[in-house]
């Protein structure tokens, strides 16, 4: 007797993708989008205003050609975009995209003399042919795999039919390498990945609905409602925050859940129909977990309460003092840096509710809070070589990004915007460049301008941590357990 599965989420979306080693726009589970605008003459458009929109959030990115007319967007997620391009004395012009996982998009436009309020919309698609780099992928929808037949119920058996997969019939040893392989390659390099996470599901009352948190991260989540007979979920909020925990209260009226997204971990009601979450006055900060009797108006939850401190100890073999705190308040103070002058200490910390950056002495006396970015996690303040500006991360806007802000205080700067994390910042020595981590598995560390810009990879490969050699050339971090130093002499040349 077969059973299938009811699907309880939006869609799914399976990719097999064989990666080059060239350092391009996209990751495995992410996409590219590059292009040459120029005049009718076919001359290259420097300076030219080009916007994309992706169709299905409405949220927006933008950049510049270069000398060479060329733009480039790096890390879209896998939809449909609009791209709108404004250059003086010439039409706008619009053109609607598909941004496939793996791939990069080649997208060119000829635009034509006349007035910028005059807009031309190109009907044509990209090419299909993509030639930007020599990766391959191969995208398969939900219909696709509901329709190939699947005696075994194995999800990557899909694979088999996408160019250059076979059956795979080594005996590795370790599980979860699939059942195929690729352009002769064991199984084990095979790499998956799930887009998203879900967690914290609870049954309604009556048992018809489940509830459960979803969204692209554990810091970036939100609140679903699906029905247990299937079908697309219903997201009640759009937080994108860190959730922990969701309950339904015995009526079936309300869900109560555990989410940071005013600050510091709280429980908050929302109705089942959705609307503005509301705060519950009867919890304290960092409260996670509720649990609600079906019975007796009873709410459970868990309190939890965390108390780092940042401890000073003397250096001198001579000295053998006991350590002293330096930075110490009843709440989370973490990441101390020296500037450079070893006059300062940066440090983060969540002592007034929401977690910010701090500056003091090097003692640790007259702390300042430098940063209020009043949700989200925020902290790694790095110095930039002259001492002015502090480069940081922060999760205010539902998802990691690198922020830098002067060190005298003022208005941050955002220089990423997803849409993977980005986090653990650390100047070039030069301080024309800062490094980042995405949390994105096997993506490059890459560089961004403190000025803001596109930012550009630095690796081949994973890392995180990366700093520069005192030598100006060598540069150092971590990745597989391990140390690796390469040459930015090399990593700056051409490919």
């Known amino acids: 007797m077969g059973c299938r599965a009811q699907r309880l989420y939006l869609f799914l979306l399976v990719a097999v993708v064989f990666l080059s080693m060239k350092l391009d726009a996209q990751t495995a589970i992410s996409g590219g989008l590059t292009g040459v605008v120029a005049d009718p003459s076919g001359a290259a458009l420097q300076n030219a205003d080009v916007e994309i929109k992706q169709i ?14 060329v733009y480039r967007f790096f ?63 191969t995208v398969f929808h939900a219909s696709q795999i509901a329709d190939l037949p699947n005696p075994g119920n194995d999800l990557t058996n899909v694979a088999q039919t996408s160019p250059g997969a076979v059956m795979n019939t080594q005996k590795t040893g370790m599980g979860g390498s699939g059942n195929f392989s690729t352009y002769g390659l064991p199984a084990t390099s095979n790499l998956f990945m799930l887009s998203g996470l879900i967690s914290g599901l609870r049954f309604a009352p009556d048992g018809k609905e489940l509830a459960f948190t979803a969204g692209p991260g554990f810091s970036s989540s939100d609140i679903y409602v699906a029905s247990v007979s299937g079908g697309k979920a219903r997201a009640l909020t759009s937080l994108r925050s860190r959730m922990w925990g969701v309950d339904w209260t015995p009526d079936r009226r309300e869900l109560v859940f555990s ?87 940066a440090f983060g910390s969540d002592r ?79 301080g024309r460049w800062i490094y980042f981590t995405l949390t994105s598995p096997g993506t490059p560390i890459w560089k961004v301008s403190p000025q803001g810009g596109d930012p550009i990879p630095v690796t081949k490969t994973g890392g995180m941590r990366a700093i520069e050699g005192k030598d100006g050339h060598s540069f150092y971090y971590f ?17």
């Open 259 to 345: 989410s940071d997204h005013q600050g510091p971990q709280n429980l908050y009601r929302i109705s089942r129909a959705g609307g503005d979450p509301q705060p519950l006055s009867i919890a304290a900060d960092n409260a996670i977990s509720p649990r609600i009797a079906p019975h007796g108006h009873r709410l459970l939850f868990l309190h939890y309460l965390v108390d780092t401190n940042i401890w000073r100890a003397p250096l001198s073999p001579t000295d053998h003092g006991a350590p002293s705190r330096s930075i110490a308040s009843t709440r989370q103070d973490s990441g101390p840096a020296f500037s450079p002058d070893g006059d300062r200490l």
């Open 56 to 69: 299905s959030k409405g949220t927006t990115r933008s950049t510049r050609t270069n000398r060479d007319g």
């Open 75 to 137: 890390f879209l997620a896998p939809d449909q975009y609009l791209v709108t391009v404004i250059a003086p004395g010439f039409e706008v012009a619009n053109r609607t995209v598909t941004v496939s996982v793996g791939q990069t998009t080649s997208v060119d436009f000829m635009l034509k003399v006349g007035s910028a309020k005059s807009t031309v919309e190109v009907k044509a698609d990209a090419p299909l042919l993509q030639t930007e780099n020599a990766d391959g992928a």
């Open 352 to 430: 007034a509710g929401s977690s910010e950056i701090y500056i003091s002495a090097a003692d640790g006396s007259n702390p300042v809070q430098l940063t209020s970015m009043k949700t989200g996690t925020t902290g790694s303040p790095a110095w930039s070589a002259d001492g002015k500006q502090i480069a940081f991360d922060s999760r205010a806007n539902g998802q990691g990004d690198i922020y830098v802000i002067s060190a005298e205080g003022g208005s941050p700067r955002r220089l990423t915007k997803g849409p993977y994390d980005s986090e653990i910042p650390t100047w070039s020595r030069d």
């Open 479 to 495: 990745r597989d357990g391990a140390v690796w130093k390469n040459d930015l002499l090399e990593e700056r040349k051409p490919a």
